[in-house]
T-cell receptor
Framework: AQRVTQPEKLLSVFKGAPVELKCNYSYSGSPELFWYVQYSRQRLQLLLRHISRESIKGFTADLNKGETSFHLKKPFAQEEDSAMYYCALWDGGATNKLIFGTGTLLAVQP | KAGVTQTPRYLIKTRGQQVTLSCSPISGHRSVSWYQQTPGQGLQFLFEYFSETQRNKGNFPGRFSGRQFSNSRSEMNVSTLELGDSALYLC?????????????FGPGTRLLVL
């Protein structure tokens, strides 16, 4: 069955330190993966998607099919990066259904 | 463009009652998806509507239902409320022409069942 796993509920780092938010998936076909972010008191919003191969706010994510991972990385964390991050997998077929991980709360300490 | 709006923002109901939540998508968007967010289960897909037709459905009991109107606005209904239905209900809209499009989320309706 399709599944997304985010093993860390909380990740605390200091400002300027590198960040890696882990995401592993289970999917039988060719996966389409996303990272969504929810800042305090704001709505959930798309951060990046792997098919775009883009870098948003300094974050990047590489799809590793061998390890079935899509980890989110940033070389130098900023305090404004503190938020809840969700990894999501498109379910496939003619639908917009997303399967979300349980999320990781990133806390960047000054 | 105005974002996705959801009404009401907060609701308190008692067990056994029913509730209707509303979602207005971004103008021009034809796909509306609903998700339930709880601390224990995270974000779980309820259903998706496109052009007034349910296109996909998650693993929720039949007490959860929805519909979409010709103007793409969507409603979801939960009948015979249970304590476990307390959650944040999010809707998301997209153009709906192709899969994997960016979905834009509303602020959510927080439902508390007593």
């Amino acid at each position: 069955a399709q599944r997304v796993t985010q093993p860390e509920k909380l990740l605390s780092v200091f400002k300027g330190a590198p960040v890696e938010l882990k995401c592993n998936y289970s999917y039988s076909g060719s996966p389409e993966l996303f990272w969504y972010v929810q800042y305090s008191r704001q709505r959930l919003q798309l951060l990046l998607r792997h098919i775009s191969r883009e870098s948003i706010k300094g974050f990047t994510a590489d799809l590793n099919k061998g390890e079935t991972s899509f980890h989110l990385k940033k070389p130098f964390a900023q305090e404004e990066d503190s938020a809840m991050y969700y990894c999501a997998l498109w379910d496939g077929g003619a639908t917009n259904k997303l399967i979300f991980g349980t999320g990781t709360l990133l806390a960047v300490q000054p | 463009k105005a974002g996705v709006t959801q009404t009401p923002r907060y609701l308190i109901k008692t067990r056994g009652q029913q509730v209707t939540l509303s979602c207005s998508p971004i103008s021009g968007h034809r796909s509306v998806s609903w998700y339930q967010q709880t601390p224990g289960q995270g974000l779980q897909f309820l259903f998706e509507y496109f052009s007034e037709t349910q296109r996909n459905k998650g693993n929720f009991p039949g007490r959860f239902s929805g519909r979409q109107f010709s103007n793409s606005r969507s409603e979801m209904n939960v009948s015979t409320l249970e304590l476990g239905d307390s959650a944040l209900y999010l809707c998301a809209s997209s153009l709906g022409r192709t899969a994997q499009e960016t979905q834009y989320f509303g602020p959510g309706t927080r439902l508390l069942v007593l």
